[in-house]
């Protein structure tokens, strides 16, 4: 049975603002971070998102996304990036999710220090709420495929572990019981299955009891 639209789950987004007039010595712009926050949430309200918070950019915002456990964060900068990525990346650093940042600097080495402090979309002079629901869609599924790849790469890297450790434990048997590769791996595997445990399991405690003598 096919859900209808209202039953599907909107995506929540939280959007942190970086203002620039709390610097010492900024002066106030005319079309402030108030008037850029309420364009991008008016965008991504009628892209279809929920917006759960407007965040400052301070010592709270941590905690705070913490409490909101949004699906996707959306920055917006118009100066003060560096810092902000940073700050940003901290505060997510437990809890990774997409992060898409709108921004009017167009530096090189800032676009990819963002992208290496977790950014899945950099985006110059976007402000425009024609183009925020693609943009968040592309960052969306570039950071799912992103974390398909993550979690793919921990998992071969376990693999590989858990077959050193194999390795070492049959080495081990065959040396203490005198027997050859297949009758050590032999008897590790029945040992693994009276006990319910896994193979890797079974050669870990082997090589635990080892180090005990």
């Known amino acids: 049975m096919s859900r209808s639209a209202s039953d599907i789950r909107k995506p929540t987004v939280a959007v942190v603002m970086h203002d620039p007039a709390r610097e010492p010595g900024h002066a106030p712009a005319a079309a402030g971070p108030v008037a850029r926050g309420a364009l991008l949430v008016q965008g991504l309200q009628d892209a279809g998102y929920e917006v759960v918070a407007l965040l400052p950019a301070d010592a709270d915002l ?126 590790m595997r029945r040992q693994a299955m009276e006990k319910g445990l896994k193979l890797g399991e079974i050669a870990q405690r082997i090589l635990d009891a080892a180090d005990l003598l």
């Not at 940003?88 to 809890?95: E, G, I, P, Q």
């Not at 090189?108 to 220090?113: F, G, H, N």
């Not at 110059?124 to 799912?144: C, N, T, W």
Request: glycine share 4%.
């Open 62 to 187: 941590d905690a705070r996304i913490v409490d909101l456990q949004p699906d996707l964060l959306i920055v917006d900068a118009e100066s003060g990036v560096r810092d902000l990525v940073e700050h940003v990346a901290l505060a997510t650093r437990d809890t990774p999710r997409p992060i898409v940042l709108f921004t009017d600097d167009d530096d090189p080495d800032t676009a990819r220090l963002a992208v290496d402090a977790g950014v899945a979309a950099y985006i110059v002079d976007g402000l425009k709420p024609s183009r925020v629901k693609p943009v968040i869609e592309v960052a969306l599924a570039r950071f799912a495929r992103e974390r398909e790849l993550r979690a793919q790469l921990d998992q071969a890297r376990q693999q590989l572990s858990e077959r050193k450790t194999i390795e070492r434990a049959k080495g081990l048997v065959m040396k203490r019981l005198h027997v050859g590769e297949e009758e050590a791996y032999s008897r």
